[in-house]
């Protein structure tokens, strides 16, 4: 790129290491595992070229952002959300705490890291129930 330690590389990948029609998997994939590498220091993804054979796949939302802003009755702003963390080694106790205070503190959702399943320290239905609970706290204060 001109300048002393800096590099530009093209990466491509086969199409079939993709779900079809998952934006999570492939941007988890492109974008999320590459810049979590401890090695670099400093990364930017300039471009991203998907082939119109891919892009076919994905099938839109099931509806817009009228529908979301009216299930969360929120106007007239942006929607503010964010990922628990830690992503793992929380408790399901803990996780559902994690929940409550970010509802508390003004987002309007929270989402738990793609790499949180049902592990035997955060099982999903414990989870689940500790979150629902932290919903209906923050909802009724």
């Known amino acids: 790129a001109g300048e002393e330690n800096q590099y530009i590389a093209y990466v491509s ?20 595992n590459v810049f979590g590498f401890k090695a670099l220091c400093a990364l930017r993804l300039e471009d991203l070229r998907i082939p119109p054979s891919y892009t076919k ?18 106007y007239g702003r942006p ?20 929940v409550y205070e970010c509802l508390r503190g003004g987002l309007d959702f929270t989402k738990y890291d793609e790499n949180v399943n049902s592990q035997p320290f955060m099982r999903w239905r414990d989870r689940f129930l500790f979150c629902v609970e932290a919903i209906y706290n923050a909802q009724a204060e």
């Open 13 to 32: 990948y086969p199409l079939d290491l993709f779900e079809e029609g998952s934006v999570t998997n492939l941007f988890t994939s492109i974008v999320g």
């Open 57 to 74: 796949t994905f099938q839109g939302p099931p509806h817009g952002i009228q529908v979301e802003r009216d299930k969360l009755n929120k």
């Open 79 to 98: 929607l503010l959300g964010c990922t628990i963390k830690p992503k793992l080694g929380l408790s399901a106790k803990n996780y559902g705490r994690s």
